[in-house]
């Protein structure tokens, strides 16, 4: 069926690199992407987002990378903080304008002092 | 702006009992959505409603859970009766008119 889900479920960092969350979905109609930040005991915090005519994306201190051959998603964030430590969640909306998110598992990032 | 607005934020009931959780969106967005979170299924999509109408009631597990939003500033997730496999984090998300839907705290549930 169609699902959209990650290849780890936990990921350490030293604090200071450079990260790379990856995300793979399989509904190659889908049409806009979210990554979603979520830390303990809160609600999910939009972080950037990317339409599927676009290959990439960037904000500040993070790259959304879509790579639609493969139906591939990467989030990158640069120069790590603890305060990146949390649950990085992908989300796809099947067409732009419909309001239905469909979440990934997500993966745990642990930023390591 | 306080944001979306979740009550309450722990509930611990026993199973057969109502449950009622709340949710105020951000004033001036047009959409809410409610989730539930488990270690299992991670977030689901249970039901969004766009300028107070319900739109999509697909994710909603069964006849116990029902939801309204009698007014834009107001709505209400129930589950009746309530099993402990319901237990929970539910959260409450509202949209605006840009493609973001911002998330509340979240209501931790626990049924016994």
């Known amino acids: 069926g169609e699902s959209v889900g990650l290849h780890l479920p936990t990921l350490s960092v030293q604090e200071g690199d450079n990260s790379i969350i990856n995300c793979a979905y399989s509904n190659s109609a889908s049409d806009y992407f979210i990554w979603y930040k979520q830390e303990s005991g809160k609600g999910p915090q939009f972080i950037i987002d990317i339409r599927s005519n676009m290959d990439k994306r960037q904000g500040q201190r993070v790259t959304v990378l879509l790579n639609k051959t493969v139906k591939h998603l990467s989030l990158q964030i640069a120069a790590t903080q603890p305060g990146d430590s949390a649950v990085y969640f992908c989300?796809?909306?099947?067409?732009?304008?419909?309001?239905?998110?469909?979440f990934g598992t997500g993966t745990r990032l642990t930023i390591i002092p | 702006d306080a944001g979306v607005i979740q009550s309450p934020r722990h509930e611990v009931t026993e199973m057969g009992q109502e449950v009622t959780l709340r949710c105020k969106p951000i004033?001036?967005?047009?959409?809410l959505f409610w989730y539930r979170q488990t270690m299992m299924r991670g977030l689901e999509l249970l039901i969004y409603f766009n300028n107070n109408v319900p739109i999509d009631d697909s994710g909603m597990p069964e006849d116990r859970f029902s939801a309204k939003m009698p007014n834009a500033s107001f709505s209400t997730l129930k589950i009746q009766p309530s099993e402990p496999r319901d237990s929970a984090v539910y959260f409450c998300?509202?949209?605006?008119?840009?493609?973001?839907?911002?998330f509340g705290p979240g209501t931790r549930l626990t049924v016994l």
């Open positions: 998300a509202s949209r605006g008119p840009i493609n973001e839907q911002f």
């Open positions: 004033s001036g967005h047009n959409s």
């Open positions: 989300a796809e909306i099947k067409n732009f304008g419909n309001e239905k998110l469909t």
